[in-house]
């Protein structure tokens, strides 16, 4: 079994107090990060908020422009040591395969400093756990899409590199053998005990694959945490919206709370008299059917959508003082009421967060 990562761990990836520009345009501002061996951290965030600068930085793909860069406990940065003297296994989502090498030469093809006898086993071994010692003989033409990766995969840990840097190595593949392949790749990395540094902007992707997850914004480091602390704790509407999409109402504290058309909220970070801002998740909405109407006003179905494994019901909420809502709800299994059904709605506090309103990000 893989051994659990401990805290304590040695510190493989440090990076510190990293900007980086294009030119005259800023990608990553001031990033503090690091990676203990056996700890896979990922990269998380919107298209064009600095992740893949971040790893060629680490690769050694980009000259380091400002900041400190360490691997196990060797800095990289001035002056420059190349990709090919970092120790890090590199795999990219467009890892191209030798084409002229069969699978077990592109596998092998980093261990030149073993023996011939040595590196075959090691390359079998590698193989072997990610599905692929069948396929040795192969050349990478023959091999479907995911199996080129898994190869790749393969090639990039053979040389045990004490830190894998990937990204979005699981983007091309469909969903079905993605899942297969991260839980596989997943398996690899805790079994080699090597640090990780994997980017995506797959929200579950991350939570999946991470031990810790750092939620980027702007070239910003947003919030860094175990997926757990990430969506259980997010320190602003950014984390919250990223992982979900959410109801939002605004109210007024009073009292330490705010009034909502489905019940109140707590909001002891905030003002009294202040605008708050209640973000709820879909999730946070229990929905019961109501045998009969009641008499006064009552919150009913406006359509409700089988999505698999949950049912989505669109639902108008009506509060007790006369506030009303439209509000999406995310109940388990199959719950299809009618148009118009009445219905009971109570909250789950753990799935509700109230910042200031006007907040935007940490990182306005
Ligand atoms: P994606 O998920 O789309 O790959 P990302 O988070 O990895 O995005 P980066 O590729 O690091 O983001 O890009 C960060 C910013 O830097 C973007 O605004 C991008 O347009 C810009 N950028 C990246 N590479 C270059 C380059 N070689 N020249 C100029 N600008 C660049």
Redesign the pocket.
């Known amino acids: 079994a893989a051994e659990p990562f401990a805290s304590e761990a040695p510190i493989v990836l440090s990076m510190q107090d990293i900007h980086h520009a294009?030119?005259r345009?800023t990608?990553?501002a001031g990033i503090n990060l690091t990676v203990r061996q056996g700890e896979v951290v990922c990269?998380l965030?919107?298209?064009?908020?600095?992740?893949?600068?971040?790893?060629?930085i680490v690769a050694g793909l980009e000259v380091l422009q400002r900041g400190h860069v360490e691997i196990n406990g060797r800095p990289l940065g001035q002056p420059h040591v190349p990709p090919e003297h970092r120790n890090v296994g590199l795999a990219f989502q467009e890892s191209a395969l030798f084409p002229h090498l069969s699978v077990l030469e592109n596998v092998t093809f980093g261990l030149a400093s073993l023996p011939a006898r040595q590196r075959r086993a090691r390359a079998m071994e590698l193989l072997a756990l990610l599905g692929m010692e069948d396929y040795a003989g192969s050349y990478p033409h023959t091999l479907s899409g995911g199996q080129q990766q898994r190869v790749a995969l393969a090639r990039a840990l053979a040389p045990e590199p004490g830190l894998m840097l990937l990204?979005?190595p699981f983007s091309s593949l469909d969903a079905r053998l993605r899942d297969r392949i991260r839980d596989d790749t997943l398996h690899v990395l805790k079994k080699l005990g090597a640090g990780a540094l994997l980017?995506t902007?797959d929200p579950e992707e991350a939570m999946f694959m991470a031990d810790r997850i750092a939620l980027?914004r702007e070239?910003h480091v947003v919030q860094m945490g175990t997926p757990r602390e990430l969506y259980c704790e997010p320190v602003d509407p950014f984390v919250v919206t990223f992982f979900d999409t959410v109801n939002e109402l605004t109210g007024e504290v009073r009292g330490g709370r705010v009034a909502t058309p489905v019940g109140e909220v707590a909001a002891p970070a905030l003002a009294e008299g202040e605008r708050a801002r209640v973000m709820i998740r879909p999730e946070a909405l229990r929905v019961e059917a109501l045998a009969k109407p009641p008499t006064t006003t009552h919150s009913h179905v406006i359509m409700a959508k089988l999505l698999g494994r949950a049912s989505l019901l669109h639902i108008c909420a009506h509060g007790a003082d006369g506030q009303e809502a439209h509000l999406h709800a995310r109940v388990p299994g199959v719950f299809l009421p009618e148009e118009g059904q009445p219905v009971a709605i109570s909250l789950d506090a753990s799935q509700v967060f109230v910042f200031p309103a006007g907040t935007r990000a940490a990182h306005g």
């Open positions: 294009y030119g345009h990608a990553v990269l965030g919107p298209s064009g908020c600095g992740k893949t600068t971040l790893l060629r990204d979005e980017v902007h980027m070239g």
